[in-house]
């Protein structure tokens, strides 16, 4: 047995267990409401704190969040922006080769799991909320979603209008992501799938299908070319990526 006082009053002489069952020692493990309730919260899903919204308006918000970031650098956040659209549709395996290709790290979950992160060369912390990658069961569908995607329909064939008629030569750089970079010249008109070709020509013919080439956060289509929808300029660096256990030096 053992003498109890516990705030400030003398409970006498109890055995330990009787200590227990009244809660004098096991109260300093007891979490208190606030406590519990903070715990609860960190368990919860992200959606569950976030407003029912619009898909209309996710996107406004999505777009808000892109445009209004000051720290770090501007050309790893449209890379990160691209990644994170990889995302959403299910690609994963380009949303990684955009944020290996730039360097970062892997994207990682915060504690919470309401925000994704990583780090750029330089040790800058790159933090996103979870609602660029996925999309929030509590979504309500579907206003002003056909009016945005007609507009972005719209910009893309400006952009295309452009460049019709012009077939200049451009210089540019591709960094590869096993250390290598490759001088290139080609015209405007060329395709994204003839540069890949040529990207494996000078790789001992690797398979061109697994190549990914990502111009200012963008990942290109084959069927993109040179000097649309996303023009590549002279002087540009852009990068390609490919699983580098394809690439076999002469001689190996």
């Known amino acids: 047995s053992v003498v109890i006082i516990h705030h400030g009053k003398n409970f006498g002489q109890l055995t330990l267990a009787a200590a227990v069952m009244m809660g004098i020692f096991c109260s300093c493990t007891r979490r208190s409401p606030r406590s519990r309730s903070r715990s609860v ?5 992200w959606d569950d704190h976030f407003p029912a919204m619009t898909r209309f308006e996710l996107r406004k918000k999505r777009d808000e969040f892109w445009e209004t970031r000051s720290s770090g650098t501007k050309e790893i956040w449209m890379g990160l922006r691209n990644a994170a659209e990889c995302r959403r549709d299910g690609d994963h395996d380009s949303c990684n ?10 994207l990682k979950p915060n504690s919470s799991g309401k925000a994704y992160c990583c780090y750029d060369e330089r040790g ?14 509590n979504l309500v569908e579907n206003a002003g979603l056909s ?5 972005d329909v719209v910009e893309e064939q400006q952009n295309d209008d452009e460049v019709v008629g012009q077939n200049e030569e451009i210089e540019f750089k591709v960094r ?3 250390g290598m ?4 010249k080609m015209k405007q008109q060329n ?14 013919d690797l398979d061109a299908s697994k190549i990914k080439v990502i111009a200012r956060g963008k990942l290109l289509g084959d069927e993109y070319r040179i000097g649309s929808p996303f023009p590549i300029k ?3 660096v852009i990068h390609a990526t490919f699983p580098s256990s394809l690439y076999r030096k002469e001689g190996q």
């Open 124 to 137: 800058r912390k790159y933090t996103m909320p979870t609602y660029l990658f996925e999309e929030p069961k």
């Open 147 to 151: 009016n945005r995607k007609s507009n």
């Open 41 to 45: 919260e960190m368990d919860e899903e």
């Open 181 to 184: 970079d490759l001088q290139i």
């Open 176 to 178: 590869l992501n096993i």
């Open 234 to 236: 002279n002087g540009d």
């Open 97 to 106: 080769a955009i944020i290996e290709a730039m360097g970062c790290t892997p």
């Open 191 to 204: 395709t994204i799938v003839e540069l890949k070709q040529y990207i494996s020509s000078q790789l001992n």
